[in-house]
């Protein structure tokens, strides 16, 4: 059975910094491109960043230069530095595996307020 856990979300003062985790279980995660994506209230889910199973990323012009998507394929871990933090970036953020027909974790809240 496949499972992604999301952590590492709270609530930051703008300009700062969160890491967050994804754990996951019962796949091996070397040969997919995991994600992050978020979903703020009111709004749908919309893509943060992806990595390829070799390595490449890609993030949304929203984040670039201040979101770092990673991966550790040995500990089935998906990671994604947030620096910078604005309170746009407030939402729910949850990890995405690409292996079919694609999984979803439970998601972490981020909260960017002063």
């Known amino acids: 059975q496949v499972q992604l856990v999301e952590s590492g979300g709270g609530l930051v003062q703008p300009g700062g910094s969160l890491r967050l985790s994804c754990a996951t279980s019962?796949?091996?995660?070397?040969?997919?491109?995991m994600g992050w994506y978020r979903q703020a209230p009111g709004k749908q889910r919309e893509l943060v960043a992806l990595?390829?199973?070799?390595?490449?990323?890609k993030n949304v012009d929203s984040v670039k230069g201040r979101f770092t998507i990673s991966r550790d394929n040995a500990k089935n871990m998906v990671y994604l530095q947030m620096n910078s933090l604005k309170p746009e970036d407030t939402a729910v953020y949850y990890c995405?595996?690409?292996?079919?027909?694609?999984?979803w974790g439970q998601g972490t809240q981020v909260t960017v307020s002063s």
């Open positions: 995405y595996l690409s292996q079919s027909p694609g999984y």
């Open positions: 019962g796949t091996n995660i070397s040969i997919y491109t």
């Open positions: 990595i390829s199973r070799g390595g490449n990323t």
